[in-house]
Structures are given as C-alpha cells and as structure tokens.
Nanobody, 117 residues
Framework: QVQLVESGGGLVQAGESLRLSCAAS????????MGWHRQAPGKQRELVAR???????NYADSVKGRFTISRDNAKNLVYLQMNSLKPEDTAVYYC???????????WGQGTQVTVSS
C-alpha cells in the first residue's frame, strides 16, 4: 500500500500564489504517474495536472500558463505551483498516483485551497 499526504493549501487572495506538495510513502514501486485533481462544491472532480514517469505533463486548459507540476523522484514528492490564482480555483485539491506492478489508484485526503476575490 502507498499513502499520499498533501500539504500547502490555504486561503489566499486572487492573484497570489500557493505551492502544494504531495508526499508518497509505503510500498512504493516505480511511479507510473502522479498528479493533482480538484473538486469544487457541487462539481465533479477534475484533473488539474499530471506528470508521467517519462516526464510527460498535461494540464487542464483552465490552469495552463498559471500552474506548474514538478516532481522529486528521490524524495517521492510531487508539487503543484499555482500562480495568479483565481476565485474559480477554489476547491479541495487531491494528489493521485499509480505505480507499475500495482493495480491500485491512490488518492490523498485532500487539501483545501480557497481564493478570495
């Protein structure tokens, strides 16, 4: 089993920045991908950004140019740098990961990001 723990959420004003971190621990095999999803009240969970083992990255159109995903393989960490935050970015942000040789889809407990106008 793998545990994912997010940190870095909080309350900011529009235009400000936050950096989220996700730390993986447990029986970690070779990472297939790690990424971030978010869920706003009354809305479906959506993919924000994902990075694969090969370094391929994809972003939701709504965050392109503002958010950057990165990873530290040695420390089993993935980050989400969020700049120019908007009120519509307000959501619970979840870390998500899959590993080769492990059929599970792992999720963190979520961290709240609130952006005030």
């Amino acid at each position: 089993q793998v545990q994912l723990v997010e940190s870095g959420g909080g309350l900011v004003q529009a235009g400000e920045s936050l950096r989220l971190s996700c730390a993986a621990s447990g029986r970690i095999r070779s990472m297939k991908f790690m990424g971030w999803h978010r869920q706003a009240p009354g809305k479906q969970r959506e993919l924000v950004a994902r990075i694969t083992s090969g370094g391929a990255i994809n972003y939701a159109d709504s965050v392109k140019g503002r958010f950057t995903i990165s990873r530290d393989n040695a420390k089993n960490l993935v980050y989400l740098q969020m700049n120019s935050l908007k009120p519509e970015d307000t959501a619970v942000y979840y870390c998500n990961a899959q590993y080769y040789g492990d059929g599970n889809d792992y999720w963190g407990q979520g961290t709240q990001v609130t952006v005030s106008s």
